[in-house]
């Protein structure tokens, strides 16, 4: 009865840590986009964007690869 709690608990601490691993680098990466194209360096806020999508999805797939383990 209480492995149950248990494991449940483990499941919602590890979705937790992959959420917060995904989206704090997407939230801090957008604020740093947004300054550089405000100040007008377009230029270099269209290349951060396109190296944060590269990021997202690479983090999208380690959190992929991390709940699979954690289901096994």
């Known amino acids: ?5 248990v494991l449940l608990t483990v ?3 590890a979705a937790t840590v992959v959420a917060v691993v995904v989206f704090s680098r997407a939230v801090g990466g ?3 986009t947004s ?6 360096n377009h230029s ?3 290349q951060m964007h396109a190296r944060q999508q590269s990021d997202r999805s690479a983090d ?4 992929q690869a991390y709940s ?3 289901s096994k």
Do not use: H, N
């Open 44 to 46: 270099e806020a269209a």
């Open 1 to 5: 009865m209480v492995m149950k709690y």
């Open 68 to 70: 699979d383990s954690m």
């Open 30 to 32: 957008g604020f740093v």
């Open 11 to 13: 499941l919602i601490a």
């Open 35 to 40: 300054a550089r194209a405000v100040t007008g």
């Open 60 to 63: 999208a797939q380690k959190a």
